[in-house]
């Protein structure tokens, strides 16, 4: 008779872009600070689409429909690349427009100008900055920051430093993500106390390597408040 043993449950997967699901991350990077961006991109890519509709639907009398900020988000374009959430929503409304290229204007229509109108419509909409950053720090303490330098109001150093201050924040790791890659400003944030600094564009593999060698010497839990 062959024993079979029992089934081994599978090795729990880690979560997101790699990372133990433990991991809390705040991102003040591309989308300029920690805020809840999806509703933020709804908002764009509805302004984005409608203002197109309208246009479209105008020239060829037929009614407008506008885009549904909740269904076609997340039916269409939720994350997907600009231009292929355009695709995907203008092939669903039968529309098709030339491919263009990425340096087009955002009144062009084409699949590139229409991104890049969304990109410009989500800079509109986003009003946060470092300044609500700090609001959020007081309800949560990340295991890692993702910090950009170019922030309205209060910039990264201004954050960085905000936080190596505080005794509340000060040994949270910051890693610097920024297209400013000169020695002068990646002195400054080491001696302001950053962590790591990347330049853009950076590769995903040593961020990740990154974030997982800082989060092994941070224990959340024991920062104070």
């Known amino acids: ?29 591309m989308d300029g600070v920690l805020t809840k961006t999806a509703t933020v991109h709804a908002a764009a890519w509805k302004q984005t689409f409608d203002a197109l509709l309208r246009r479209l639907d105008a020239r060829d009398s037929r009614p407008f429909e506008p885009f549904d900020d909740v269904k076609d988000y997340e039916k269409y374009v939720d994350g997907k690349p600009r231009a292929d959430g355009v695709r995907s929503f203008l092939t669903a409304r039968g529309i098709e427009l030339p ?50 330098i170019e922030m309205p109001r209060m910039d990264g150093y201004e954050l960085a430093t905000h936080m190596r201050n505080d005794e509340r924040f000060k040994k949270i790791p910051i890693i610097m993500i920024t297209s400013r890659t000169g020695e002068k400003h990646r002195n400054r944030a080491m001696e302001i106390g950053v962590d790591r600094y990347l330049g853009k564009p950076y590769q995903e593999a040593e961020l990740l390597e990154n974030i997982q060698e800082l ?9 104070s408040w």
Request: with cysteine; net charge negative; hydrophobic share 35%.
């Open 99 to 148: 491919e263009g290229s990425p340096d087009d204007p955002p009144t062009a229509e084409t699949v590139q100008g229409v991104g890049n109108a969304k990109n410009d419509a989500f800079n509109e909409q986003l009003a946060k900055d470092g300044v609500d950053a700090l609001a959020t720090l007081q309800e949560t303490v990340p295991d890692v920051m993702l910090l950009d």
């Open 215 to 223: 989060v092994g010497s941070f224990n959340p839990q024991s920062t």
């Open 1 to 29: 008779m062959t024993e079979h043993s029992a089934p081994q449950p599978a090795p729990q997967q880690p979560a997101g872009l790699g990372l133990n699901q433990d991991i809390r991350v705040c991102l003040f990077d």
